[in-house]
């Protein structure tokens, strides 16, 4: 049976309605992709922490706090490809340094040898960045 609004009032009231609904939604929408990298990452990183315990109650520990570790990373690379705000972007940076120093010394700490460095994602690849010609290559 189809709804049959009679009152002006009510038509206005269901108008109004709509538009904040649709205002929220447009709001919303420049914050998806942060949204589902941040998703993303969480989603990983708890897999991730699921671990069958070896025994090695050090061992466990590293092989949980990696990907937690990892996640923040993640999460503020998001920030700061998405952030705005200044100090919070500083933060972010920080999360970044310090949580890649904590993974390489818990990796260390139970006699793992460390992964050869890598590019983040966010960085150029050295195909896209030259260097200065000298003098001679000119």
């Known amino acids: 049976m189809p709804?049959?609004?009679r009152s002006?009032?009510?038509i206005r009231l269901l108008l109004l309605a709509a538009l904040i609904g649709g205002a929220t939604v447009l709001a919303a929408a420049p914050e998806a992709p942060f949204l589902a990298e941040n998703d993303?990452?969480?989603?990983?990183?708890?897999?991730?922490?699921?671990?069958?315990?070896?025994?090695?109650?050090?061992?466990?520990?590293?092989?949980?706090?990696?990907?937690?570790?990892?996640?923040?990373?993640?999460m503020a690379q998001a920030q700061l490809r998405y952030g705005h705000?200044?100090?919070?972007?500083?933060?972010?940076?920080?999360?970044?340094?310090?949580?890649?120093e904590e993974i390489a010394a818990m990796q260390l700490a139970i006699g793992k040898p460390l992964p050869p460095?890598?590019?983040?994602?966010?960085?150029?690849?050295?195909?896209?960045?030259?260097?200065?010609?000298?003098?001679?290559e000119q």
């Not at 460095?117 to 001679?136: F, G, I, L, Q, Y």
């Open 40 to 74: 993303a990452a969480m989603t990983k990183m708890m897999a991730a922490m699921k671990i069958m315990p070896s025994g090695d109650v050090d061992a466990d520990f590293v092989a949980m706090m990696v990907p937690h570790h990892q996640g923040a990373i993640d």
């Open 117 to 136: 460095s890598a590019p983040s994602r966010d960085t150029p690849s050295a195909k896209a960045v030259r260097a200065p010609r000298t003098h001679e």
């Open 85 to 100: 705000n200044e100090q919070l972007r500083r933060i972010a940076q920080e999360i970044i340094v310090t949580q890649q």
């Open 8 to 10: 002006e009032s009510a």
């Open 3 to 5: 709804l049959v609004i």
